[in-house]
Structures are given as C-alpha cells and as structure tokens.
C-alpha cells in the first residue's frame, strides 16, 4: 500500500541519505498541505507528506549562494528562530558566524519602527556602561535590582542584535510559522527574505523557500551547518 502512496524510488545520493538520516523530509499531515507546497513533494506516508529531498538540496544551494554574495559584500543577514526546539541552534549558529539574530520572541516593529528598536538599544547600552562604571551603587539595593530586571528584559528582546543600525541585507527565518510577522516587516521594507518552509507553509511568502522539515532540531541543525560551512571565514 505504501508504494502506491509514494512516487517512484530513484537511487539516493549520499547528500539526499543525509538529509533523511536528518529528517528534513517530514512535513506535516496531509490535511495541513499548503497547496504551493505540492510541487516539493514526492508522496505520503501514514498521512504524512513527505517533502523530496532533491528539491531540498537545490534551493538550498540557490539560497547559500545568495547569502554567500551579501557576506562577501560584507552586509548584515538577520537570523531568526523562536521555536523553543530549535532557539538554541539558531543562536549558536548565529554567534559562530557574527551575525544579529532574534531567537527569543519576534518584538513587532524590530524593523518597520526602527526608531523604537535604537531607543531600546541606546537604552540597553547605557545600562551596561552605568553598571560598569558603577554608578548603581548610588542607588538601593531594590533600584538596583529594578534597573538589573530592566536590564536583563533588554537583553532578552534585543541582545542579539546589537550590532544592526538599520533594516539588514536579507533576513533568514527557520520557522515561518512562528514569524509571519518577522516576513510581513522585511516584505514592507523590501529586505529578501530566505526561509525553512515546511510543507503548511507557502513558499511564495518568501523570496528563497528551503522546502524542509522547520519543526525537527535535526532538520534545522542541518540546514545552517552547511549555512555555517559555507559563510564562515568570509567578511
């Protein structure tokens, strides 16, 4: 029965074996389908789409390529993950390559109101520097802790893009499901915009769809390994 469920069974490459041993061919159940999606699948599998890998590998490639000219024009990528699963491997990745990320939750208007997000900025540095130089002492043991907790929240929502000065070259997104609202504000300002799109995305959201399973660390971890591999060293 599963035959017929499955388009036929070409030979596997080694690239297309490790992406399975990943599990960056699972989508979700075939009632969540977003129909642009179809083209990316190869069958179903107890009511699973199963995503073909092959396409996988070739956007991946066109997506890298892309990323691979902004990074040697040494403009500024944004990554962003949220899921709880994958914030982790999204912040580690992040750091290894210098770039800003957002792996906590998506503060509406990190872009389009990038005014507010330089006030929180300012703000966040200037508790640092105070801190340092030790003008706290001056205040109570409770205000102290006041401006730490305020401190601490600023890290949270912005520590991880210090470094941005403005709208980024391109913004990478791992779970389009969770960051629609990351996609509408880099759409709105006409940044490009590569992502993970599982099988209930649509990949016409975004300007470089990776069709892959965004749910699965493994999956993911996979795709910005060779993300990493591919941009690390170049300035």
């Known amino acids: 029965m599963e035959a017929l469920e499955m388009k036929s ?30 083209p990316y699948i190869s069958g179903m599998r107890n009511a699973i789409h199963i995503i073909d890998v092959k396409f996988t590998q070739l956007k991946l490639d066109e997506a890298i ?24 491997i999204v912040k580690e990745t992040a750091l290894a390559l210098g770039l800003p990320f957002v792996a906590e939750r998506w503060i509406g208007g990190t872009l389009t109101n ?13 508790l640092g520097i105070a801190r340092e130089r030790g003008d706290w002492q001056k205040y109570t043991k409770k205000e102290q802790a006041e401006l730490l907790k305020r401190m601490n929240s600023l890290e949270e929502k912005f520590g991880g893009i210090k470094q941005l000065v ?70």
């Open 9 to 38: 069974q070409a030979p596997v490459d080694p690239v297309s074996q490790e992406m399975i041993r990943a599990g960056l061919h699972f989508g979700h159940k075939t009632s969540k389908t977003h129909p642009n999606m179809r």
């Open 65 to 88: 390529a892309f990323l691979r000219k902004l990074r040697e024009e040494g403009k500024i990528i944004l990554m962003v993950g949220t899921k709880t699963s994958i914030r982790g």
């Open 114 to 126: 990038f005014t507010m997000t330089q006030k929180r900025l300012d703000e966040l540095k200037d």
């Open 166 to 235: 403005g709208a980024p070259a391109a913004v990478f997104v791992c779970d389009l499901d969770e960051n629609e609202i990351a996609v509408l504000e880099a759409k709105k300002l006409s940044v490009p915009v590569v992502a993970i799109a599982d099988t209930n995305n649509d990949p016409k959201f975004v300007d470089y769809p990776i069709p892959a399973n965004n749910d699965a660390p493994s999956s993911v971890r996979y795709i910005l390994s060779k993300i990493q591999d591919a941009l690390y060293g170049i300035h």
